[in-house]
T-cell receptor, first 118, second 111 residues
Framework: GAVVSQHPSWVICKSGTSVKIECRSL??????MFWYRQFPKQSLMLMAT?????????EQGVEKDKFLINHASLTLSTLTVTSAHPEDSSFYIC??????????????FGQGTRLTVV | EDQVTQSPEALRLQEGESSSLNCSYT??????LFWYRQDPGKGPEFLFT???AGEEKEKERLKATLTKKESFLHITAPKPEDSATYLC????????????FGTGTKLQVIP
């Protein structure tokens, strides 16, 4: 299957600092990337959807100024958590969908990033 | 509003004890129904996509089926390595590719 690489897999940062998470599609062109947040024992909560070269669409309740998403190329999207606070600590997961007969169906997920804000 | 409900929330099986996980969905048209496996601390791993009622797909000890309102993931003679959380997700038809996930079923297979 298609490979989506997410980096870093875990990060610890101080309150008030910013953290950038990268999501790369390694063997296909990701026309659409999704960013999710997952709390312990809960399912994935969609935060935003980004299409290459255009502004991300944020879900209701997600602060666009706090969670900056950039989808600069067909293989890379980044999520920056700005001025992070302890309540932002969570597991962040990206997924990517491409185009064509295979890749415009299921989404492929990155490994996830465990963010801990202290 | 699109909705996906999975049951049970948790399932504990003895090794070799077959069972089924349920995924009920309500979406405005269904383009595809996905099943994923998620291990602790990792992102979901794709298992199956089902597109139409009556469709079945198999992979090792897993078989996924689809009706117009629900999907089942059948696990035959499970092994401890099948222990994980299984997520289903519905992909509605239409231009906006937003997938709705269920809350998952946490499966534990005991040796």
């Amino acid at each position: 299957g298609a490979v989506v690489s997410q980096h870093p897999s875990w990060v610890i940062c101080k309150s008030g600092t910013s953290v950038k998470i990268e999501c790369r599609s390694l063997d296909f062109q990701a026309t659409t990337m999704f960013w999710y947040r997952q709390f312990p024992k809960q399912s994935l909560m969609l935060m935003a959807t980004s299409n290459e070269g255009s502004k991300a669409t944020y879900e209701q309740g997600v602060e666009k100024d706090k969670f900056l998403i950039n989808h600069a190329s067909l293989t890379l999207s980044t999520l920056t958590v700005t001025s992070a606070h302890p309540e932002d600590s969570s597991f962040y997961i990206c997924s990517a969908r491409g185009s064509g007969a295979v890749f415009n169906t299921e989404a492929f997920f990155g490994q996830g990033t465990r963010l801990t804000v202290v | 509003e699109d909705q996906v409900t999975q049951s049970p929330e948790a399932l504990r099986l003895q090794e070799g004890e077959s069972s089924s996980l349920n995924c009920s969905y309500t979406v405005s048209g269904l383009r595809g129904l996905f099943w994923y496996r998620q291990d602790p601390g990792k992102g979901p791993e794709f298992l199956f996509t089902l597109y139409s009622a009556g469709e079945e797909k198999e992979k090792e000890r897993l078989k996924a089926t689809l009706t117009k309102k629900e999907s089942f993931l059948h696990i035959t003679a499970p092994k401890p390595e099948d222990s994980a959380t299984y997520l289903c997700a519905a992909d509605p038809s239409g231009g906006y590719q937003k997938v709705t996930f269920g809350t998952g079923t946490k499966l534990q297979v005991i040796p």
